[in-house]
């Protein structure tokens, strides 16, 4: 971790504990006389060293050395940022206009050396803005001949003298130099040929795909993934989202294969065992949205409500899942469209959507234009086996790529830094097209806090994830790195956060603006921001990018902490961690750690959860980076309020400890005052504030004491997904007793409600679906009885009949755990015996095993993968198994750590540190700091870690003094044990 040590150099110079100290010291009568008298001459001889020496200036004298304080402990070091300065942009002296490419893939034996390569030719027309005598262009892992490189003018027959050709591998840059300028307005043509390879181990570029047949036989194709700076591994270019340009593309491939790509062909022609095709020239659009797909893949087809030709591609064998796909896809397009109200078709520009699913694919899916690729478990659906989890997954993914088709296609964010433009948009609107086609899936309410909200919050307040969402980037790894929740998820958080204090009506008139506005051209934050300022000048006149800036150019997002005064109520924000120890890095720019932030608000008097007032919420008041304070309609302080109303807003809400206790009350008399993403809220507030530190942890505990009746999935997930930090912190003490007792309670009537009754995903009802799987991990989970007993008798059919397993994908780790758990050696030896040669269910039943309660069974499992690639694999799985589990795992790590680091290097400090998550007690913390002092020769790297995870720890143990003793007294009076 970066971790900076300014804080460090005191707070871990502990004593050793193994050293004793007593209270006074007691000498001699002549050793108390011999002290005193050598202590005289050493003071005379120092008096009289200082005079002969001194200057003869009287300076001061110089300081004494001081003693280091890491004496005998790890060395921190302070990690300073080495990168260089990146200035690989391509200048703006010239711009794209038209790019003609024509590709040979050889994918057959026949072929020879030439196999798995391909021939390239590129004629490319620029513009110059600038005169100039340069030209760069991308290129990466390719042969460009020398000798092949021509530039010529569009207006005349002259070729222009080159006078150097020259690479700059840092930048991926091929260069070439003129002998003569060229001239401002002008237009000119770069020729060349070169050679590359579809040999590419990450799969990007054009890169080979195989998969095997009915028949057995291995087939070849080809694919390209050009996201993010892939591009240039196929044609030299201008590799750069901002530079925008029509693409011709020329695909020569044997005629066992055909070629798919962005738009149309208008021509084949054929030569023996060679065909030629010859697409349409392309839209405006920038290098990483061009896309190619040479197989012998088969489709289905159907024609959209605009007219647009709309096919789904698969290998053969699978061409029955394509059903699902086609009729998500094409509604979604027409949807979008109309929603957007720019066609897809862009005035007749676009003619046909092709989505094929790729056999190996890196991406989850990439949105091309007019050619989407997908993972085949992303676009392929079976509903006679398949999930309803499936389902949903593909169904959202496929509206994730389609809203590309406007956000980040027709409108492209101008440089990576500005990735949330093209992600977080397609994040927020993918679950407007699944609402839809299935609106009885309630996605907004029931699913898009899971997928977007939760994930950023969580993400956002750890400063190891978070990040400003746009900041500066330029080397490939930075670029790589700005695809993360930042981008994705918060931009989906900021974008329903706008929505709403513009209101939806506003939002998307500000949208369409900008859509039409920027179409074919790239655009930044601050593009957007003045879109929606206009489109809200008649209504709140609300400034969006002063708001907006406080969201986006620094990390984190505010914690508001609330207290009452009758009718009054006082705000006020701070950044928020997740844990208490956690601290900015330092790494970014901020704005002071303020924002402006909407607040939004109702009570127990009026109850008002829509949005009325033009489109926005009656009750909201901006709070302006300071704090603020309104008013609430009922004086009466035995009535609850509540703030955030819906979770529409991104940040997170503290009260004082009565109101939450109202809050609590109101949900265990009628949970259903509150709308279902309020009540995921208040969970995942309680929880994580109650990590943090700044709240009794037993109300978390309270808020969810209502679930007994909570029909709703959102809830149910919130708090299967907040349970585990507590789990942690009380699975090694006599509490856990009480909270396993709590949970199984909260858990059983929906699990007695719902049981095993799964259907098939077309038949099953889509919430309850999800509600029955939550309600049988947390179940089985638990401990309850008859989940328990359902699961094992799953287990012994499985081990009844070994090449049968009839255990649901989506219950097999609760199934398998709770089998293994309560079971004997036996079920845990056929889980062992399993995993060494049924690979699909081996990570299973790695994680399974260590649900074992028996410490010889786990600490044979680790002895048997110590010696292998995957021991701090299982050493986590046992480490986080359960209480026992932990100790035997961190034991065996002590005993066992100079193998470990003999074959792991220095990564297997990592799996030390891993353990301080979960540290809590003063034991753990001395043990952590043993091991500090036996291998303080480690690198600074792990150093800074290791004081990293010692304020982990200590932060850990401030949780449990505040919260077990409250937290077991609770539990004792509320589970009657």
């Keep these: 971790m970066a971790t900076s040590t300014k804080y460090r150099s005191n707070s871990h110079l502990v004593e050793d504990p193994d050293s004793e100290q007593k209270g006074g010291c007691f000498v001699s009568t002549t050793a108390a006389a011999t002290i005193v008298i050598v202590t005289g001459l050493v003071i005379v001889g120092a008096v009289l060293i200082t005079f002969f020496t001194a200057p003869s200036d009287c300076s001061e004298p110089a300081p004494l050395p001081t003693a280091d304080p890491y ?7 302070e990690e300073e940022d080495d990168s260089e300065t990146f200035n690989g942009r391509i200048p703006d002296t010239l711009t794209p206009v038209n790019y003609v490419i024509k590709l040979q893939p050889y994918f057959d034996e026949e072929d020879g050396a030439d196999r798995f390569l391909f021939d390239g030719e590129l004629d490319f027309e620029f513009k110059v803005a600038k005169t100039t005598r340069e030209i760069k262009l991308h290129f990466y892992n390719m042969t460009i001949h020398d000798d092949s490189v021509s530039i010529r003018e569009k207006t005349g027959s002259s070729n222009i003298a080159i006078s150097n050709k020259k690479r700059e591998e840092k930048y991926d840059f091929y260069i070439v130099e003129t002998a003569e300028d060229l001239v401002e307005g002008e237009s000119y043509f770069i020729s060349l040929t070169y050679k590359g390879t579809m040999l590419q181990t990450s799969n990007v570029g054009l890169y080979l795909s195989t998969y095997t ?132 078709g862009v005035g007749g520009k676009m003619k046909k959507m092709d989505m094929a699913s790729i056999p190996q694919f890196s991406s989850g899916a990439m949105e091309n234009w007019g050619l989407v690729l997908y993972r085949e478990e992303r676009l392929l659906f079976d509903p006679e086996v398949d999930l309803a989890s499936k389902q949903q997954r593909i169904a959202r993914i496929i509206g994730h790529e389609l809203v590309h088709q406007w956000f980040g296609n027709l409108v492209t964010c101008g440089w990576w830094s500005d990735l949330w433009l093209n992600e977080g948009f397609a994040r927020f609107f993918e679950d ?55 981008s994705y998820e918060k931009g989906a958080s900021l974008n329903m956060m706008m929505s709403n204090f513009l209101g939806e009506s506003v939002f998307l008139e500000g949208l369409v603006d900008y859509l039409e506005s920027y179409s074919y051209q790239p655009a930044f934050s601050d593009d957007l921001f003045g879109k929606l300022t206009e489109a809200d000048a008649d209504s709140r006149e609300t ?78 008041q901006w709070m302006e980076k300071e704090p603020a304070d309104f008013t609430i309609t009922t004086g009466n302080t035995d009535h609850w309020y509540i703030v955030n109303v819906n979770q529409n807003m991104y940040y997170r809400v503290n009260y004082e400890n009565e109101n939450w206790e109202l809050l609590a009350e109101q949900l265990k008399t009628d949970h259903t005052v509150f709308p279902i993403r309020n009540r995921g809220a208040l969970i995942s507030d309680a929880f994580n504030i109650g990590k943090a530190q700044k709240l009794d942890h037993v109300i978390a505990l309270k808020i969810i004491e209502y679930l007994t009746a909570e029909q709703d999935y959102n809830p149910l997930l919130t708090t299967r997904d907040n349970l585990q930090y507590t789990v942690t912190m009380l699975w090694r003490t006599s509490t856990y007793a009480y909270f396993e007792s709590y949970i199984r309670h909260l858990a059983t009537p929906v699990y007695e409600e719902l049981g095993w009754n799964f ?16 309600a049988v991990e947390l179940a089985c989970d638990y401990g309850n009885t008859d989940c328990v007993a359902n699961a094992t008798e799953q287990y012994h059919a499985w081990m009844s009949h070994p090449d049968v397993n009839m255990i649901r994908d989506d219950t097999k780790d609760p199934v398998y755990c709770a089998a293994i758990r309560y079971g004997s050696d036996a079920e845990w030896q056929f889980a062992f015996d399993q995993h060494l040669t049924n690979g699909a269910e081996k990570t299973n039943l790695q994680r399974a095993m260590a649900c074992s309660r028996n410490s010889y069974t786990l600490q044979w499992y680790l002895e048997y993968y110590l010696e292998t690639s995957q021991a701090s694999t299982v050493i986590g799985y046992v480490r986080d198994g359960s209480g026992l589990g932990f100790d035997l795992a961190w034991n065996f790590v002590m005993e066992n750590f100079d193998s470990l680091h003999e074959r792991l290097g220095d990564s297997a400090y990592d799996i030390v540190w891993s353990f301080g998550n979960t540290m809590n007690t003063e034991k753990d913390k001395m043990q952590m700091e043993s091991f500090g002092r036996k291998y303080n020769d480690m690198p600074g790297t792990a150093a800074n870690d290791y004081y990293e995870y010692l304020d982990r720890i200590q932060s850990n143990i401030e949780w449990m003094d505040r919260n077990n003793e409250p937290i077991k007294t609770w539990l004792k009076t509320t589970t009657g044990l």
């Design 759 to 774: 259907k098939k995903a077309l038949e099953d009802d889509h919430i309850d679906y999800h509600r029955r799987v939550i």
């Design 432 to 486: 407007a097209g699944v609402h839809d086609i299935h609106p009885e899936w309630e996605m907004y309410d029931q699913f898009y806090p899971r997928d977007a909200t939760f994930k950023a919050l969580h993400s956002d307040s750890l400063s190891s994830s978070s990040r400003p969402v746009v900041m500066d980037v330029g080397w490939n790894n930075e670029i790589s790195s700005t695809f993360d929740r930042m």
């Design 213 to 344: 047949a009915e028949d057995g036989e291995l087939r070849y194709l080809a694919a390209t993934q050009f996201e993010a700076t892939y591009a240039r591994r196929v044609f030299p270019c201008f590799d750069e989202p901002n530079l925008k340009a029509t693409f011709e593309l020329i695909i020569k491939n044997r005629v066992r294969r055909h070629a798919l790509s962005n738009m149309e062909i208008y021509q084949n022609e054929t030569d023996g065992d060679w065909v030629t095709s010859y697409f349409e020239q392309s839209v405006v659009m920038p290098t990483y949205l061009n896309a190619i797909v040479i197989s012998d893949f088969v489709h289905k087809e159907n024609v959209t409500k605009e007219g647009i030709l709309f096919r789904v591609w698969c290998r053969p064998e699978y061409k029955h899942t394509l059903d699902y796909a086609l009729m998500v896809g094409s509604s979604m397009l027409d949807f979008y469209g109309d929603y957007y109200q720019i066609d897809y």
């Design 71 to 77: 004496e005998g402990l790890p060395k921190p070091v």
């Design 543 to 620: 400034d969006v990018k002063m708001v907006m800036d406080t969201f986006t150019l620094q990390a984190g997002y505010p914690v508001v902490t609330l207290t009452r005064d009758g009718q009054n109520i006082h705000a006020e924000q701070e950044l928020f961690f997740q844990y208490a120890y956690d601290e900015p890095t330092g790494e970014h720019e901020d704005l002071g750690y303020q924002w402006y932030v909407p607040l939004t608000w109702t009570d127990q008097s009026e109850q008002a959860f829509t949005s009325e007032c033009q489109d926005v919420h009656c009750n909201f």
